[in-house]
């Protein structure tokens, strides 16, 4: 039974090694080199389950220096991320530590009458009792660190992906106070050792919670920057629409008057050319885009005329009469950012093969919405851009997507033939 126990020990132990890893990585990438990625997850072995006693000075501080070293060398990031990664997990997974083998000593003692000290003198059910114990301990180890996975793993990414160095040091600053707290307390051991449990669950759920609170404070600051851009965009439409009122109200006039100009022109040539140059100059008001949303026809209506400045073949066939379900602020979101990624990938071929389709209808219960442009030859993977701002483009694909999902839709994009393919299906509610 004790070989049993032992060999499920072994498994819980990696188990629990194998999920600390994963965290840990999430929050901070790995080096690139296969060679040091493996190293790096047998170094966490030896340093996860590493145990740590009441006043025990190397032992906690040799975890402390153990733990900063392999950060800094086997991860990747700034040095504000990996003091974050050194100040969250090592307290953590002392605390951890700690907790579970203490509490598990004093549960096997209090259970036996065996000596305290080495363990020749202890009986074979005494021995079988502690491998129980400590193999229970690993099993809670193993829970309480898929738990804190399966609820951080998501604020983790969020963090790394957007915190800039500013908002690192106050990250910095708050997870201060729960490695002091867990440190001081375990060194300073009190008289009644049982006082160090809740300070070390305080600890790390503190530290967890700063993680969450920036994970917070990162997400308010892009959907408030979102919300900005967005509403800049939606005055601008509006503007554009009262415009464009206006434009067409004159444009009627103005086509009559150029009727008249030019039936009392007789033979006049040159009084010809110039009516009939006036005329093609506002002849694209005629074309003007009836899609069954207001908003999305100035939208392509104006992206229809970068698109013709830029030399550039747009065609639209678009209807969204059941559109009424999605706000205007997603509309700009995903026809904005959708054909701006066209325009400008059509603006790098020749004139002859620039061309953007975009369609858009309700196919029974499902509205589809296709860009589809020709591909400069240079494309790369899509994830990639030929921006120089890499930041600033990756707003473009990722806000789309964002926007469809929030209807329970899907955003998919290929490369195929030499064209390129934008394709959006949300469901009609």
């Known amino acids: 039974m004790i070989r049993f126990l032992d060999i499920l020990s072994f498994g819980l132990e990696w188990g629990y090694v194998l999920v600390f890893f994963r965290m ?5 990438p790995l080096r690139r080199n296969r060679a040091l990625r493996v190293l790096a997850f047998f170094a966490c ?11 025990d000075f190397y032992g906690l501080f040799g975890v402390l220096l153990g733990f900063g070293a392999y950060v800094a060398l086997l991860h990747r990031g700034r040095w504000m991320e990996k ?18 083998q ?16 080495m363990s020749e003198g202890w009986t074979e059910q005494e021995l079988l009792i502690s491998t129980a114990i400590h193999t229970a301990s690993l099993l809670l180890r193993l829970l309480f660190w898929t738990g804190a996975w399966l609820l951080l793993k998501k604020y983790l990414r ?8 500013g908002m690192w040091l106050v990250v910095d600053a708050l997870m201060l106070s729960p490695f002091v707290a867990i440190f001081t307390i375990i060194f300073f051991l009190p008289e009644n050792p049982i006082i160090v449990y809740p300070i070390c669950v305080s600890s790390v759920f503190s530290g967890f919670g700063c993680i969450y609170l920036a994970a917070y404070i990162c997400a308010s600051m892009r959907t408030a920057y979102r919300v900005r851009e967005l509403e800049r965009k939606q005055a601008y439409y509006r503007d554009r629409m009262k ?11 103005m086509k009559n008057h150029l009727l008249v100009l030019q039936a009392q022109a007789g033979d006049g040539q040159e009084i010809r050319r110039s009516v009939q140059g ?11 885009y009836h899609t ?3 908003f999305l026809d100035i939208i392509i209506r104006d992206k229809a005329r970068a698109a013709q400045d830029k030399g550039i073949d747009f065609s639209a066939m678009l209807s969204l009469e059941d559109s009424a379900f999605l706000d205007s602020l997603d509309i700009s979101t995903i026809f904005g950012n959708a054909l701006d990624n066209a325009i400008e990938a059509s603006e790098k071929l020749p004139e002859g093969q620039r061309a953007i389709i975009a369609k858009a209808g309700r196919i029974r219960d499902i509205l589809v919405v296709s860009v589809e442009n020709n591909a400069p030859p240079e494309a790369e993977a899509f994830g990639r851009t030929t921006k120089k701002d890499e930041r600033a483009h990756g707003f473009g694909i990722p806000n789309i997507k964002k926007a469809v999902e929030r209807y329970g839709g899907q955003c998919s994009v290929r490369t195929e033939a030499g064209k390129f393919l934008l394709k959006i299906m949300i469901p009609v509610p």
């Open 24 to 28: 840990l990585r999430t929050f901070l």
């Open 45 to 55: 072995g030896a340093l996860a389950p590493a145990v740590v006693y009441s006043n």
């Open 83 to 100: 003091l974050s990664a050194v100040l969250v997990f090592c307290p953590a997974l002392i605390a951890v530590n700690y907790v579970t």
């Open 102 to 117: 203490d509490a598990g000593g004093r549960l096997f003692f209090g259970l036996t009458n065996a000596p305290r000290g």
């Open 158 to 165: 969020q963090i790394t992906a957007n915190l800039t160095a």
């Open 243 to 253: 415009d464009e009122d206006r434009v067409r109200g004159i444009y009627h006039d």
């Open 278 to 288: 006036l005329q093609d100059q506002i002849r694209a008001y005629e074309d003007y």
């Open 292 to 294: 069954g949303n207001e």
